[in-house]
């Protein structure tokens, strides 16, 4: 998956009023809390992407 992967995600799988995933909720009509394993999924990997650059490797 690539970093554009990782910003759809994060982009669709927003915090409702509800305290809710939107992108579950509407994707896969499922109540699950916010943050879901998708956005901890997609931050994880650019958390780990900007860790590589910023040490000089290839990331």
Not at 5 to 32: S, V
Not at 37 to 49: C, F, L, M
């Amino acid at each position: 998956m690539s970093n554009d992967d990782e910003r759809r995600i994060l982009a669709a799988h927003l915090p409702g009023t509800d305290g809710l995933c939107t992108g579950c909720r509407a994707w896969w009509a499922r109540l699950t809390p916010y943050p879901c394993w998708q956005v901890e999924w997609a931050t994880s990997r650019q958390a780990r992407h900007l860790t590589v650059t910023v040490l000089g490797g290839q990331g």
